[in-house]
């Protein structure tokens, strides 16, 4: 994992090299282990390394190829680079998965990533053919941002080297609008900062005669068969076998890797297999955050899979008051707003875990490809209603009201639940909105006329859309950005086992009844692992990860809350109603009732972007 920047001057005037190396500086924090920087004429490329893989000066960047005509930068991992290395042939000068990708490039052209597993930003310069070519990989893990501004196109991990190379932070009053009014933000390449844009996962672009041309070489619905004819058995192997591969293969490091645990289902599998891989002969590090609150503590699932596989654990408590002392450096990591107190804690263990542990494997993904979130359930059962599938719909309502031990009042909110996630914008584990335009200014909604953002449904069960949303729109772009921002700002790179895209392709390509079966969510992963799993996850439904940002707000935070909203500078601005807000908040405190607080966020968070990056 690293830091890259570049500077291409589209009208071929030099570049400047004191801009290239600001731009590096800010990044530092991603790659404390090297620098480099190459510059030809009207072209630069910049590079901070993390060592991970091959720790010696062979894997310097930017690494140029052994005839000097080809020059890149990458953030990443290439996963499969040993496998690439043996097709490709040849001689090479270093151990690392760089040279490997810069091979494969010189033999396959922009064809190379139908060959790439793994998480990966980078940009070649091709000196023959004069062009840039720059990739983001399948999934959004690794980030890549750009801008062209007076005739120069500018490119970096993160926002804050295109700032270092003096490009004006704008709001963009767009997605500020879609964040406030629908709780949408990463589902667009668009910003929060005007004119800056993301490349969007499975994309790549191209410099062709002073032009930059974005082009999509990944799309999940035209890489998903039907796989409906397999047996539960064969479901069940092969998904197996393409997590204990991927996982594998995500253990290649010259570093010490660690495990963040939950207790959960996801964590559950990973250690497992690591375990098995392993063959119980090498102990992993565990590691889990807490709020020093009985009603949000992991603590008890967190230990019983420590000590079930023999290893060690240790325990980093997020209290009121770190909070607020870590938030100014969230954001500062985030360059946005983002989702909440969770992050907070996230941040909080990445920056106190062991320095040593630069690799981290983590559970991401598997509730959106399995179909774990409860708001899933309605729609699966109105894919057996289009089926005209009574019988089934009755055997499966009546199996999740007994497992989750649900009145009949109950069930119907959870099947209601369903059908208002599929038709609404962002919304929480429990399906409850993020947001709504009763607190915003008229005029605001006026001028910038929004429109709920339009996203795919390309598939033909409800099911499998919802899913897509959130892993293609939603809840998954936001938690990866969120992972890379805070991991990398203590120098730690953050792999994704569960969304290895030959994994997702597998995982869409199933019907329903693979997914949900006798009420339970997730079926063939459970069966799939349930000699790895103890009894209670195997058993038990998705537990949500609780934390304790509801009642901080109305209580513990609740000075610092009301501090943001009655500062002069969040009345200056022009998106809210001010009056309706504070009804809003005074009434929030008051109720006695647990209440999504992801509104009450949003506006402390945008006020805090502002002093952060704006004003």
């Not at 690591?274 to 503590?297: A, C, H, R, T």
């Not at 598997?366 to 979130?373: L, M, P, T």
Request: glycine share 6%; net charge negative; charged share 25%.
């Amino acid at each position: 994992m690293c830091g890259i920047a570049g500077i291409l001057d589209l009208n071929e005037r030099p570049i400047k090299k004191d801009v290239l190396k600001a731009m590096v500086k800010a990044q530092v924090h991603r790659g404390p282990n090297d620098e480099g920087i190459y510059i030809d004429n009207s072209i630069g490329l910049g590079h901070r390394r993390l060592s991970i893989i091959d720790l010696s000066k062979a894997g310097h960047q930017p690494m140029g190829s052994t005839h000097k005509d080809l020059h890149i930068v990458t953030n990443g991992e290439i996963y499969n680079y040993i496998e690439l290395k043996e097709e490709l042939g040849g001689e090479y000068q270093s151990a690392s998965d760089t040279e490997v990708l810069l091979k494969a490039y010189e033999k396959w052209d922009e064809n190379c990533l139908s060959h790439l597993n793994g998480i990966f930003a980078f940009a070649i310069w091709d000196e023959k053919k004069q062009r840039l070519f720059a990739a983001r990989d399948h999934m959004g893990v690794k980030p890549f941002y750009y801008v062209i501004e007076g005739g120069v196109f500018y490119f970096a991990s993160e926002i804050k080297a295109l700032f270092a190379a003096g490009i004006k932070a704008v709001p963009n009053d767009r997605i500020i609008s879609d964040y406030l009014k629908y709780g949408f933000y990463e589902h667009s390449e668009e910003t929060f900062f005007e004119s800056i844009k993301q490349l969007m996962p499975g994309h790549y672009l191209t410099s062709e005669r002073g032009e930059i041309r974005v082009k999509r070489y990944w799309h999940l619905p035209d890489n998903v068969s039907d796989l409906s004819s397999l047996s539960d058995k064969d479901v069940q192997d092969r998904y197996r076998e393409l997590v204990t591969k991927s996982i594998t293969r995500q253990l290649r490091s010259d570093v010490p890797v660690g495990i963040p645990a939950s207790g959960g289902l996801d964590c559950s599998i990973i250690t497992g297999v690591v375990n098995q891989i392993n063959e119980g002969q090498k102990n992993f590090q565990l590691f889990s955050w807490i709020y020093g609150n009985p009603d949000y503590d992991e603590t008890p699932f967190a230990s019983s899979l420590a000590n079930s596989l023999g290893w060690d654990i240790s325990f980093f408590e997020l209290s009121p008051q770190k909070a607020l002392d870590i938030i100014p450096d969230v954001m500062k990591a985030e360059e946005q707003p983002f989702p909440g107190i969770s992050i907070v804690a996230r941040h909080l263990l990445y920056k106190e875990a062991d320095p040593n542990l630069i690799v981290l494997i983590e559970g991401h993904g598997g509730d959106e490809i399995g179909g774990g979130y409860p708001y899933y359930f309605g729609n699966f059962i109105s894919d057996l209603v289009k089926k005209e599938s009574t019988k089934e719909i009755e055997t499966e309502i009546e199996a999740y009201a007994n497992l989750h031990r649900l009145t009949k009042e109950e069930m119907d909110s959870v099947l209601k639940m369903g059908l208002e996630a599929y038709s609404s914008g962002g919304v929480s584990a429990d399906a409850s909105k993020f947001s709504s335009s009763n607190y915003l200014n008229n005029d605001f909604i006026s001028f910038v006329k929004r429109d709920m953002p339009k996203l795919d449904l390309p598939f033909k069960s409800r099911l499998a859309n919802i899913q897509y949303r959130d892993l293609r729109y939603t809840k998954e772009p936001r938690v990866l950005r969120s992972v890379d921002r805070n991991s990398m700002a203590y120098g730690k790179e953050v792999r994704v086992p569960f969304l290895d895209h030959k994994i997702v392709e597998f995982c869409f390509s199933l019907p329903p009844r693979q997914k949900i079966r006798n009420g339970t969510q997730r079926f063939f992963m459970r069966e799939a692992f349930k000699d790895l799993l103890p009894p209670h996850i195997l058993n038990t439904p998705k537990r949500a990860v609780p934390d304790p940002q509801r009642a901080w707000l109305k209580n513990e935070l609740k000075d610092w809350t009301e501090d943001i909203l009655s500062s002069e500078s969040f009345k200056r601005r022009p998106y809210f109603n001010q009056e309706e807000i504070q009804k809003e908040y005074n009434r929030y405190c008051s109720s006695t009732k647990i209440e999504n607080s992801f509104h009450i966020w949003q506006w402390i968070n945008l006020e805090l972007w502002f002093r952060n990056f704006i004003d």
